[in-house]
């Protein structure tokens, strides 16, 4: 089997071409709200930053990027002096602004190509690891404006997840955090889409920006517990939708243990185990095809496939193959890579 099969699709960013595009920034309770002229920073603690930029102008082709990939957000477009590209960036001391291409004028002070504007100040966690991709069979556009339009929960999930920054799962309170939560746990699989849908409906705004109040008057009540960070929302949005393709106590593994019915086809690439593994499976009309192990620690492993009673295993590079009966222990190496396929 070759290892190709397991190599993502080039990663293609949502955009959005809507001035006022609200964006959360990975990393910060912070998110930002992108015009063509200005740009607003907004915390948790309510403080708000605000940048004008006198030299830009709306025109046609003035795009905004949410790079999940490499966590940060693009915004390019033509100003009076030509074309313009800069990102927001979250590190560890602050937010800042980079000016990638042309320049551009923020408040008194010019920035040139690769110069950069401090925008906050302060102590912030940007993820270390590089997020992992799901694939729920939606290839469409990557159309910001149009995916709100459609409202498509195959297509939602997976850019949701790929920009959630992993945490543990605290006690929740009631909310529709805490009704999706329970969802979850009975593994009610016809309507955990549609819970994750009405969360993202009443709870989301713009690019993934959490709110704690039903602005629009849904009657969902609190869409999440009140003072809680985005961050930790986030978090407990990946867990959750981590725990639906895979789920992990102590040595023993569970794959799509909570898979929706919706989901016939897809796959989930690069996700880290506790040993600080990585594990990639794919799955057809509900049923897993295979998955690839790439062990980074000496560990036992006990398998437990959705809806398949054993499965091959083989360790790849040395042509070991043999047939593993599920809930069975394997056994992995530090080092060596292993392929699990042929599941029934």
Not at 198 to 226: C, N, T, W
Not at 279 to 299: F, G, M, N, P, T
Request: with cysteine; hydrophobic share 40%.
């Amino acid at each position: 089997m070759s290892l190709r099969q397991f190599v993502p699709p080039p990663f293609r960013a949502p955009w959005s071409h809507a001035p006022g595009i609200e964006a959360w920034l990975a990393g910060a309770d912070v998110f930002a709200k992108i015009f063509p002229t200005r740009l607003e920073l907004h915390s948790c603690q309510n403080s708000t930053i605000s940048i004008s930029f006198p030299g830009l102008c709306y025109s046609c082709d003035w795009t905004v990027f949410f790079d999940t990939l490499r966590q940060r957000t693009i915004v390019q477009g033509h100003a009076k002096s030509g074309f313009f590209r800069y990102q927001l960036k979250v590190l560890p001391e602050g937010i800042f602004l980079n000016t990638l291409k042309g320049e551009l004028v923020c408040e008194n002070k010019t920035l040139k190509r690769g110069e950069k504007l401090l925008l906050m100040k302060g102590s912030f966690s940007p993820p270390r690891y590089a997020a992992p991709r799901l694939f729920l069979g939606v290839n469409k556009d990557p159309n910001l404006d149009r995916m709100l339009e459609r409202q498509d929960p195959l297509e939602i999930l997976p850019m949701w997840f790929q920009l959630a920054s992993p945490v543990v799962i605290p006690e929740i309170g009631p909310s529709l955090l805490g009704n999706l939560v329970n969802i979850i746990k009975e593994k009610d699989r016809a309507n955990i889409l549609e819970a994750f849908l009405v969360y993202f409906r009443a709870g989301m705004k713009g690019y993934f920006v959490p709110q704690s109040k039903d602005v629009l008057y849904l009657g969902y009540g609190r869409p999440i517990p009140e003072n809680m960070p985005s961050q930790l929302i986030h978090g407990i949005i990946a867990s959750l939708m981590r725990s639906l393709f895979l789920q992990q106590e102590g040595s023993t593994l569970s794959l799509l243990p909570c898979l929706p019915k919706g989901a016939l086809s897809g796959h989930l690439l690069r996700e880290r185990l506790s040993s600080s593994s990585l594990i990639s499976l794919e799955w057809r009309k509900q049923v897993i095809r295979r998955v690839l192990i790439h062990a980074y620690a000496d560990e036992e492993l006990t398998i437990l496939p959705h809806s398949a009673e054993c499965f091959y295993l083989t360790t790849l590079g040395k042509k070991e193959r043999c047939k593993i009966a599920a809930g069975s222990k394997i056994t992995l190496q530090r080092g060596n890579r292993y392929l699990l396929d042929n599941f029934k």
